[in-house]
């Protein structure tokens, strides 16, 4: 008997001690804190809490040295792997070789380093099938609509591929529509400079049919200039501006439900952050995994917005 | 007549960039009907009163020779301090009132630390930069925060039809240019920028007034943080990422000189209209969105290329005249 209790406690010892999954600690590198990248954060947190591995998180706040040397400060802390979302993609490879020589596996999230040797994986939003969602529903509203249809772009940063990737998903989108005219504005992700330029935009086209934001951080700005201009009319009455944006905030969740916004689409933060954790999983138990995993956002409008409020990120 | 013009181009350091505001206002208005028309310039001065009103402060803090890197933080710690108060009391007066203290606060401590500690202004405001933002980035949890539409007055309201930004740009312009250039305070700051040594010689509160000029520009930059926070509809963790370079690229296109004791509130203000003129009339134009970095930085660079020519002209005139009386008196002696 005596024996047998052994045998169960060291059993049980040993798979408190796999539930634990032998300390593994994963290394955090983020670029920079704000509303969306929090929100993956926090699902790479619970992916890893449901795991048993610790996080050490580290921000570079946009500065890619930093990045660099924090990086290093995770290697050396002996980190088991390394979850990063670079600053910049040309200035990180020589921290991340750093890792790869002490045998550190690195995931990337939300931004690709696609020329990387060291990355084994990626995972991210799928930002071209979801801008081709804003760009669908827009080139649907439009449909039909006589003369010139102009619409206002508002690009995110020029040098970021999930802003030029949006960008392209959303001219794929408004395709089918003939004899459109495309007034793009740079915002570098900067919702003063994005009021700026749809306020300058609609000076010199005051018969904008659309705006599509490249994050819908950036609506109220643009309901701010369409109340300005007396255009913040109801969908599907003459005049109305078809306002869509890419992310799934509170802004874009709030400027849908009151539709000033018609829909946008919301990124799966969770289910990315939660992905990256099981790569880095597979990666440690030495299973083979897809170099680039990609998570495309959901389309909600005003009609079934609040139906689906527990699937935002931004409004819970 | 060249001579009077000359004279009055150096006397009148903001001359310069009125011309070239003038000269691209010319050019926008060839090239696009809808430049001049009364709604686009309501949109111009709209969109230039955050950087006009946080730059009429910075004048102040470089005509004293200092600098302050921190303002963008300091508008983003004050919006983030009234949209989390906001939220939490839901009291306008308590948000205002707490907000506009803690950025005088903020601007005052920078300018203690910088009389006190004796450390440049630069390496002083990149450190409290940091500390601003952190602290802000901290109260906040990095979270966008939405602010009630009804403080949209502030930014987007009007009175007798002008918008309320423009009136406060206005109002405070001209509190800039009064205490400038007609009280004592206005004389101080430029006595200290021309030589702190010898404002303290002559006995002039140096640390005081230089404690003032930050306390001063973190006033103003609270009022520009509300604007901004009410037209941007929320806080969002990006703003004010970078604000400081357009308001100090502002004052010096204004003619205020980065050594301190000469400019003008006029030239910092048309410095800030001027900047949003090139991003109206490259947005006005549809121009690529890849060349608008080009765009600005080559005209920032022509601005000041032609404000240092006609600088050194000015001295080289002003060194001949003195030749000349010298030679003048030798002949005569």
Redesign the interface.
Known sequence: MKKLFGALATTAMLMTTAAYADGVTLGLSVD????S??AVNNGIKAGAADRGYEVIEVVA??DAQQQNAQIQSLITQEVDAILVCAVDQNTIERALMAAKKAGIPVVAYDRDLPDSRVVQAFVGPDSTFDGKEAGLYTAKALDGVDGEIVIVEL?GA?NDQNGIDRSKGFREGIASLKNV?L????TD?????A???T???F??NPDIKAVFAATD?HI??V??VL??LDKIIPQGEPGHVVVTGVNG???GY?AVVKGVADGFVVMGTDATGRKAVDLVADILDGKKVERVNVIPGDFYTTADVEANKDKIW?AN | MGETIRNIFARQKWMAIAVATIVLAGLLTAVSPVFLTLSNMQSILVQSSVTAIMAIGMTFIILTAGIDISVGAILFFTSALFAQLMIDTESYLLAFSAAMACATFLGALNGVLVVKFKISPLITTLATYSIYRGAAIHLTGAQNIPVPREMGFLGNGKLAGVPVPIIIMIVIFIIGVYALTRTRFGVYTRAIGNSARSAQESNLPVNRVTIAVYAVSGFVTGIAALILLARVGGLQSGIGIGIEFTVIAAVILGGTKLTGGSGTVTGSVIGAVFLVLIDNGLNLMNASPYIYDIVRGSVLLAAVAVDRISAVRQQKAVEAQRAARIQGAAVAG
């Not at chain 1, 007034?183 to 740079?186: D, G, L, M, S, Y």
């Not at chain 1, 992700?189 to 400079?193: E, F, I, N, P």
């Open positions: 920079q804190l704000f509303e990248r929090v706040d946009g690009i020029l005219k007034i793009e504005v740079p992700w900067d919702s003063a400079r009021l700026a330029g306020q300058n935009a000076q010199a951080t109220p700005g309901e701010t109340a300005d905030s509170n802004d709030q931004g």
